[in-house]
């Protein structure tokens, strides 16, 4: 048996190391433009694909790692270097999740090298599932999926909202009700393949963080896919449905399993942000002479920063232990997936206020990146599960009690 260890292996070392020198190199430099012109970074997206860091090769040889780390320490590095662009590079990921967790083997082999175009044309893609109405509440969806066997299509109609990528896509992964009264039960996934009429999005809206990766509205007005676009195909949809009717418990709905895949992941994101604004707040400190010394020489800055570094390290341990569960099919029996993205989440929003509030003034000015990262942290309380839907998984899971 194989001794404990956490070290990290050399392809993991040098994984880590390679992302990090293309977030320093390419990403950083030119993070403060692309969040002041609030557009999609299509140069940095092709440079990473010249690279070999956008791709499907790419996210496949990192969930090869049968510890489950490459992912999550690939993510940390690239939002380090900028929580948007790196946004903008993985955020096709998560409609690739949607592909893999919910698709068959041919449907994974058609859709997701479309999901990311290739070198000299790259592409992106969306996964739809929040709407006006069902945000954290997902099973009041009102996006609705009807069968035309006559033609062997499905009929989408209806509103998603704060799309990733949304309208600016070639895929588009939707998720719809097919039977209403059965609530999140009732739900499957489709694939809006490229040019697919009837589908359009609004412009891409404006945020306090985040600002270089596009988020919109979509809109599908009568958008008529083929039927194999249904993810894991109709033959197993029916038998869903039908075990659902009969109340047989289920095993899950499209939008949570493509979350239970991601939510670590998330959690490495906001991981690279937070430590990028500690590691700047101690540069900081260790330069900025007040009354006639370095102010990291007084305890209430030292004290914060040893904090800092402390909840960092913390949440970093608990989105390792995550995506090693997820990794090797072990179940979350005490939400331990929401438990990272929590934790990692509520510790970028703090660090980077305590980075904000370490720089004084200057912390407030754009002349700093820190009221960037303070800005783009937010986000991760929200989105993926708001820190109180991540409290209400964790509470279920642990009490067996229905907590709502």
Known sequence: MAEFSLDLTEEQRDLRDWVHGF???????AAAEWDAREETP????QEAA?????????LATCWADPTGLSLPIASEELFWGDAGIGLSIFGTGLAVAAIYGAGTPDQLVEWVPQCFGDIDSPA??????????????????RTRAVYDEATDEWVLRGQKAYATNGGIAGVHVVTASVDPELGSRGQAAFVVPPGTAGLSATRKLRKLGLRASHTADVFL?????????????KDALDE??????SGQRASGQAAMRTFELSRPTVGAQALGVARAAYEYALDYAKERVQFGRPIIENQAVAFALADMKMEIDAARLLVWRASWMGRNNRPFTAGEGSMSKLKAGEVAVAVTDKAVQLLGGAGF??????????RDAKIYTIFEGTSEIQRLVISRAISGVQIR
């Open 23 to 29: 977030a320093a190199e390419v990403v950083r430099p």
């Open 42 to 45: 299509w140069p940095i997206i």
């Open 50 to 58: 010249k690279v070999g860091l956008y791709g499907f090769e790419f």
């Open 124 to 141: 992106v893609a969306a996964f739809c599932t929040s709407e006006p109405e069902a945000g954290s509440d997902v099973g009041a969806m």
């Open 221 to 233: 007005d009568d958008v008529r896919v083929p039927g194999r676009c249904l993810l894991g195909g």
């Open 240 to 245: 869903r449905l039908a075990r659902a009717r």
């Open 365 to 374: 000015l754009r002349d700093h990146p820190v009221e960037r990262w303070y």
